[in-house]
């Protein structure tokens, strides 16, 4: 019994010794400061400016049966007076920078009106660079009667 009260009396000193830091840690992080300080996609939709209020980037490796296969998907929407709208990008076999050119189902886009979706029938997706910490491109897309251009992303990756 003598050593069950030992061990919980140096259990005890050990965590009181503890304390949270205030400061941040001195060490170096491996991630980039602020990455959603970065995070931003825009275009122009039908003749108006679209800039994001949010957005994120995520690639899905190892998806499918082969396990070198990675697929990508972006999605960003904007809230205006109550109403939401938001452009999605999906890439399956997602290899790194280039263009991939939009044709359903291998890599689609869309716009939705709150949630009426509009598919893109034409366009591209063009990723410039693609790091540890974020997707850096241009896009362009029609979907029905909705033109988009001018599209730039950057993305933070999780």
Same mark, same amino acid.
């Given at each position: ?66 396990s070198s296969i990675s697929n990508l998907y972006i999605n960003a929407t904007r &809230?205006?007076?109550?109403? #939401? %709208?938001?452009? $999605?990008?999906? !890439?399956?076999?997602? /290899? ?18 709150? &949630?009426?979706?509009?598919? #893109? %029938?034409?366009? $591209?997706?063009? !990723?410039?660079?693609? /790091? ?23 993305? #933070?990756?999780?």
């Amino acid at each position: 019994m003598k050593s069950l009260f030992a061990i919980f009396v140096v259990s005890l000193s050990v965590c009181m010794a503890c304390k949270k830091s205030s400061s941040p840690v001195t060490g170096k992080s491996v991630q980039q400061k602020d990455p959603d300080s970065t995070v931003s996609i825009s275009a122009t939709i039908n003749g108006a400016s679209w800039q994001t209020d949010s957005a994120f980037g995520y690639k899905i490796k190892n998806s499918g049966n082969d396990s070198s296969i990675s697929n990508l998907y972006i999605n960003a929407t904007r &809230t205006n007076n109550g109403g #939401a %709208t938001t452009i $999605s990008f999906n !890439v399956t076999q997602f /290899t790194g920078p280039g263009t991939y050119t939009v044709n359903p189902p291998r890599v689609t886009a869309a716009y939705y009106i709150g &949630t009426q979706r509009h598919f #893109a %029938t034409s366009g $591209s997706i063009v !990723v410039l660079s693609d /790091t540890a910490y974020a997707l850096r491109g241009t896009f362009s897309f029609r979907a029905d009667t909705i033109k988009v251009d001018g599209g730039t992303f950057d993305v #933070a990756l999780p």
